[in-house]
Structure formats: structure tokens, C-alpha cells
């Protein structure tokens, strides 16, 4: 799929088919990367950016437009401010249906994506250590990456803030799959032995009260000199705040720009993967 997402080879597997795309909640890179990805195997898509563009400001509810859209398109993409809505809509409609981030909760592809820029870059997943930090308790994209890496049996160490922990629930369901993980609020606990620095956004949109977002904003700043006595790459499922320094971006450190592009191929490999021929 690589050369494909480079249009360096042409296809058009998917000729014909349509990708609805429901983004209920701000997106840049996965809305965009799954609509290239479709168009890059010769499909096409339709939806909308967001809810404010849709029938749900004439008082529509979810259930009706998502039905819709599912008698028009060949698979949907569908992002939510709640968590859940994926699973619902899945059991509503008989096309398939993608998570692309369901509130808090989890986002899968970003998680595929991921796992694919390590592969890719490190080799086997199974013998990284992965240091997931930042935002653990809203942070989705950590969500899915924390099973994910556990099914691999990758170690992992969770660094955050006290008030921003990985969820009790998620820490419970990996030590059931025989992983423990080291929990820290001090990154140098982990500097020196792990292979990713998995960095996240504090999503400020999920805090329930301003005031705590205040106090713990800018909680961790990873630059280029904090990383000269690390071996570790640096991922972000991107938008960043200031938690990732731009004196990293053009180091070898910094992976997020490569990360980011291969959301293409890997979408593609899936699209094509799900949607039904013929
Ligand atoms: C993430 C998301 O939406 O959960 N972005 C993305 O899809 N790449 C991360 C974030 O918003 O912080």
C-alpha cells in the first residue's frame, strides 16, 4: 500500500465503492488520511466534518442519520463525543463500521497505525519497551495502544501526572492478560531503557473542570536535550500541543511527521480489508 499512498502505482480496487465519513468531532489526520486513503484505491467518500453541517442542528437524532448515510455508503467511519457510539452504530447497520474515536474511549486505527510505524521502524513489537505518556486517562489513542501492545507482549511503563493515570479498569483487564506495568509521574524514571517515548495531548476537552486542566497543562515538555541521554523514538498521534518541543522534529528522534503518513497505507490496507467486492 506504501506506493500506492505515494501514488507511485495506481489502483483501483475499490472502484466504485463509497466511504461515508461521520466526524461528530473535530479531525485532521484521520478524516483526511481515511478519505485519501479511499480515493487512493479509487473509491470515494461523502459526510461531514462536523455535526454543525448535518440535519443533527434540525434536531435529527444519531440513529436516523447514521442509517442513512448507511444506505448510501459501503462502510462508515464514525467519530463520537461519547464513548460507545461505535459499538452502537455497528449493531444498527449492516455495513461495516470504523471507529475513528469514541470520547475517552478508544481508537483502534490509530492504534494499527501505530503498531505499524514501530514495526516498520524498530522491528518486532514484541521486544520493544514502550513508554506511553501524557494524558493516560482521556487519552483514546493510549486506550487501544495499551491492548494492543499487550497482545504483542511488549513492556510498557505508563508515565503521567497522578490525576491523569491510565484508567484502573484498563490497568486491571492487562494484569488478567499477564502484563504488569510500571506506573511513574517522572519521566527520567524511564529515559534511559525504553525504545518509544509515546507522547500524548492533554485533552483539554474532556476535563470536567477548567481549573484542573490549568494546574496540570504542560506537565511534561520532551525536547532535544532531555532526549541526549536516550536511545528511544518519539511518536505523537499528533495535534501537539507544547508537550513535544519543534527542536525534536527534524532530529532522528522525531517520528510523529512518518507516523502520521503511514495512517495512509495502513487505512488502505483495512479499507480494502473490510469493504465487500463486487
Ligand atoms: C487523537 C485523537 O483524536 O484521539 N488524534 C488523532 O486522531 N491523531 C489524539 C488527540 O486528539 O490528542
Request: aromatic content about 8%.
Amino acid at each position: 500500500m506504501e506506493p500506492v499512498a505515494r501514488s507511485k502505482i495506481i489502483s483501483n480496487v475499490l472502484e466504485g465503492k463509497l466511504l461515508g465519513l461521520l466526524f461528530y468531532e473535530p479531525s485532521t489526520r484521520t478524516r483526511l488520511s481515511f478519505e485519501a486513503a479511499m480515493k487512493r484505491l479509487g473509491g470515494g467518500t461523502v459526510g461531514f466534518a462536523e455535526a454543525g453541517t448535518s440535519s443533527a442542528t434540525k434536531g435529527e437524532n444519531l440513529t436516523d442519520t447514521v442509517r442513512i448515510v448507511a444506505e448510501y455508503t459501503d462502510a462508515l467511519v464514525i467519530r463520537h463525543n461519547m464513548e460507545g457510539t461505535a459499538r452502537y452504530v455497528a449493531e444498527m447497520v449492516d455495513v461495516p463500521v470504523i471507529n475513528a474515536g469514541d470520547g475517552a474511549g478508544q481508537h483502534p486505527t490509530q492504534t494499527l497505525l501505530d503498531l505499524y510505524t514501530m514495526k516498520r521502524l524498530l522491528g518486532n513489537i514484541e521486544e520493544l519497551h514502550v513508554a506511553l505518556v501524557g494524558d493516560l486517562k482521556y487519552g483514546r489513542t493510549v486506550h487501544s495502544l495499551a491492548y494492543a501492545l499487550a497482545m504483542f507482549g511488549a513492556r510498557m511503563s505508563f508515565v503521567s501526572p497522578p490525576e491523569l493515570k491510565m484508567p484502573r479498569e484498563i490497568l486491571h483487564d492487562l494484569a488478567g492478560s499477564g502484563v504488569n506495568v510500571q506506573e511513574t509521574s517522572n519521566i527520567h524514571d524511564v529515559l534511559a531503557y525504553v525504545d518509544v517515548l509515546y507522547v500524548t495531548r492533554i485533552q483539554k476537552e474532556r476535563f470536567p473542570d477548567p481549573q484542573e486542566y490549568l494546574k496540570i497543562k504542560g506537565a511534561y515538555t520532551i525536547d532535544s536535550k532531555l532526549l541526549e541521554n536516550s536511545e528511544a523514538i518519539v511518536m505523537h498521534p499528533l495535534p501537539r500541543v507544547d508537550e513535544i518541543s519543534h527542536d525534536v522534529d527534524n532530529t532522528p528522534y522525531g517520528k510523529y511527521f512518518q507516523q502520521a503518513f503511514y495512517g495512509v497505507p495502513v487505512r488502505m490496507a483495512l479499507l480494502k480489508s473490510i469493504i465487500k467486492k463486487g
